[in-house]
């Protein structure tokens, strides 16, 4: 199978999200896409120490009308920081038949060289890299690694990169909608609607339980 992977705090899950995971089930034909909330990530606190538990709910609850989509809590069932080439590693070794695609969107992509062992990353799993507003850019092999480069090759009609060790890295044109978990919690905290950018179960298990005000 195919199957995509989409991390992050979800802190909460919004719209911007889901389309994004749609865009790349849909344009690379994924048999499933896994949202893998992260427990302790490693590049910044959870605002708000929101447990990972109720992060999790929330994705699930954003999901539960797609049957391609699927929560995975993989990494709150290990101490640690949450190190994408260790959910990584983890899933392979769980389900070797099965073809991994992690999916990031272009702004984060753009920082791949301070991820930890971001080059075992890069030669362990295909990327799908989903433009974002403020952060297109016409070529992803400029965000790679310098002493990686040579080991790409740059396929413009298809927009895609591919290792000399088999994996690929395919851009993606698309997801226009310029959301981000801290807008919305910063709305929902001076008492706004949030509704339409989240999912509207989301919206009501935020204001149902008091999530950031």
């Known amino acids: 199978m195919k199957i995509g992977l989409l991390g992050g705090t979800f802190n909460p899950p919004h719209v911007a999200h889901l389309r994004i995971a749609e865009e790349a089930r ?25 447990p990972f538990s109720r992060r999790c709910r929330m994705v699930a609850l954003a999901i539960a009308d797609n049957p391609s989509f699927e929560l995975s809590t993989i990494e709150g069932e290990r101490n640690g ?9 983890t899933l392979q070794s769980r389900n070797p038949g099965d073809t991994l695609y992690f999916i990031i969107g272009s702004d984060s992509f753009l920082e791949i060289t301070t991820w930890h ?11 799908i890299v989903v433009e974002r507003p403020g952060a297109e850019s016409d070529h992803p092999g400029q965000a790679l690694p310098v002493a990686m480069r040579d080991q790409f090759r740059y396929t ?16 993606l044109a698309g997801c226009p909608l310029d959301l981000s978990s801290s807008m919305i919690r910063r709305y ?18 935020i204001r149902e339980e008091g999530i950031y005000r």
């Open 26 to 50: 849909e344009t690379c034909g994924l048999d499933r896409v896994l949202f893998i909330p992260a427990a302790d990530p490693p590049h910044k606190r959870v605002a708000g120490s929101v």
């Open 81 to 89: 920081k949450s190190y994408s080439i260790d959910t990584i590693r």
């Open 117 to 127: 062992a971001c080059n075992d990353l890069l030669q362990s799993c295909n990327l």
């Open 156 to 171: 413009a009609a298809s927009r895609r990169l591919e290792h000399v060790g088999g994996t690929t890295i395919q851009l």
């Open 188 to 205: 929902a905290a001076a008492g706004r609607s949030v509704r339409y950018l989240v999912p509207a179960a989301v919206e009501t298990y």
